[in-house]
T-cell receptor, first 114, second 113 residues
Framework: EAGVAQSPRYKIIEKRQSVAFWCNPI?????LYWYQQILGQGPKLLIQ????????DSQLPKDRFSAERLKGVDSTLKIQPAKLEDSAVYLC????????????FGPGTRLTVT | DAKTTQPTSMDCAEGRAANLPCNHS???????VYWYRQIHSQGPQYIIH???NNETNEMASLIITEDRKSSTLILPHATLRDTAVYYC??????????????FGKGTKLSVIP
């Protein structure tokens, strides 16, 4: 089966610019996650969707980050304006439910903010 | 915060068993232990999970101590492709009422030819 797709794979922007990342989860997966992974650290959950509703966004910096999952399939994560500390890999994952099922991760988008 | 403790790094000879330990002394009775790994420049990959019984699948075995305070992930015959960061995670119920995975820094496993 096709895996989780993400684009772009790499993005370089200047601070204060905006950027958007796209994720297409595995077909049929109701739960979608966005993680931020800073170099040398494990992934950190930013937001979790169940279908097109937000389950948990407690760790999302809402003053600059936003995410949506229209129609309960694809999702977009946006940063506006970007800061230097936003340089990281942004990972999208999906699972069949938010329960015991494993999460399948995409390859990530590597963001560099200069 | 992560509820697990893992060694920062380990080496293993190719073809030998790799035994990766994890301490989770504060685990609750209904919390599962998950293992994921992350190969360089890729997203994390699920390996295995368990509650209290030992588990085995095509990738690895998970041995959980009787008191559930620690576990060991076993890769029976390590290959160079098993070189990765291995994360031991206790799945917790978040304040929002959803189950989440909180990743720590993991163990960097290097398989040596």
């Amino acid at each position: 089966e096709a895996g989780v797709a993400q684009s772009p794979r790499y993005k370089i922007i200047e601070k204060r610019q905006s950027v958007a990342f796209w994720c297409n989860p595995i077909s049929g997966h109701a739960t979608l996650y966005w993680y931020q992974q800073i170099l040398g650290q494990g992934p950190k959950l930013l937001i979790q969707f169940q279908n097109n509703g937000v389950v948990d966004d407690s760790q999302l910096p809402k003053d600059r980050f936003s995410a949506e999952r229209l129609k309960g399939v694809d999702s977009t994560l946006k940063i506006q304006p970007a800061k230097l500390e936003d340089s990281a890999v942004y990972l999208c994952a999906s699972s069949m439910t938010g329960g015991l099922y494993e999460q399948y991760f995409g390859p990530g988008t590597r963001l560099t903010v200069t | 915060d992560a509820k697990t403790t893992q060694p920062t790094s380990m080496d293993c000879a190719e073809g030998r068993a790799a035994n990766l330990p994890c301490n989770h002394s504060t685990i609750s009775g209904n919390e599962y232990v998950y293992w994921y790994r992350q190969i360089h420049s890729q997203g994390p990959q699920y390996i295995i999970h368990g509650l209290k019984n030992n588990e085995t699948n095509e990738m690895a075995s998970l041995i959980i101590t009787e008191d559930r305070k620690s576990s060991t992930l076993i890769l029976p015959h390590a290959t160079l492709r098993d070189t990765a960061v291995y994360y031991c995670i206790v799945r917790v119920l978040s304040g929002a009422g959803s189950y989440q995975l909180t990743f720590g820094k993991g163990t960097k496993l290097s398989v040596i030819p």
